[in-house]
């Protein structure tokens, strides 16, 4: 299954602001994860169509999530980042060539369909189970300390 790049950097970015007291503007955020700000604030505006997070305003705006990290799973963010098409789209290749089934045949999916949509239900279920909580805590028990040194480098506080 392909992901678009903004996937990796929305999920990183909801992960920083499930951890952020206050609300971070699209610069840092972009700083933070060395990617192009433009491109950050094209996904931020989809987390945020989505409901998944809420756009300050002011000179002290940014983003803020709308929930606790512990009720936004990855699936959550996948969604608002490449939508709800499933990755595979069965398109009944059995009407076609020399031994065409009857539209009557194909009223059931095929093993390959339903191969895929299990597998995409697995996929699903997998990412559900994981909230940015569950990443943070990941996250902090691989690198004890590293989000204190995060939330001192956004609140502009030198690192030492």
Same mark, same amino acid.
């Given at each position: 299954?392909?992901?678009?790049?903004?996937?990796?950097?929305?999920?990183?970015?909801?992960?920083?602001?499930?951890?952020?007291?206050?609300?971070?503007?699209?610069?840092?955020?972009?700083?933070?994860?060395?990617?192009?700000?433009?491109?950050?604030?094209?996904?931020?505006?989809?987390?945020?169509?989505?409901?998944?997070?809420?756009?300050?305003e002011g000179?002290?705006?940014?983003?803020?999530?709308?929930? @606790?990290?512990?009720?936004?799973?990855?699936? &959550?963010?996948?969604? !608002?980042? #490449?939508?709800?098409? %499933?990755?595979?789209?069965? *398109?009944?290749?059995?009407?076609?060539?020399?031994?065409?089934?009857?539209a009557e045949?194909?009223?059931?999916?095929?093993?390959?369909?339903?191969?895929?949509?299990?597998?995409?239900?697995?996929?699903?279920? @997998?990412?559900?189970?994981?909230?940015?909580? &569950?990443?943070?805590? !990941?996250? #902090?028990?691989?690198? %004890?300390?590293?989000?204190? *040194?995060?939330?001192?480098?956004?609140?502009?506080?030198?690192?030492?």
């Open positions: 299954m392909k992901m678009s790049a903004g996937v990796e950097w929305a999920v990183h970015s909801c992960a920083i602001l499930s951890a952020a007291t206050e609300p971070v503007p699209v610069t840092k955020l972009a700083e933070l994860h060395g990617v192009s700000k433009t491109y950050l604030a094209k996904h931020m505006q989809a987390l945020s169509h989505s409901g998944l997070v809420q756009a300050i000179r002290d705006g940014g983003y803020l999530l709308t929930r @606790s990290g512990s009720e936004i799973s990855v699936y &959550d963010i996948v969604q !608002a980042i #490449d939508g709800p098409e %499933p990755a595979f789209r069965c *398109t009944e290749i059995r009407q076609r060539g020399p031994f065409p089934a009857s045949a194909c009223k059931v999916p095929c093993g390959i369909a339903q191969v895929m949509a299990k597998a995409e239900r697995a996929w699903g279920d @997998s990412l559900r189970s994981v909230t940015l909580a &569950d990443l943070n805590a !990941a996250f #902090d028990a691989s690198s %004890p300390g590293s989000w204190e *040194t995060v939330r001192g480098w956004l609140a502009g506080t030198p690192t030492p």
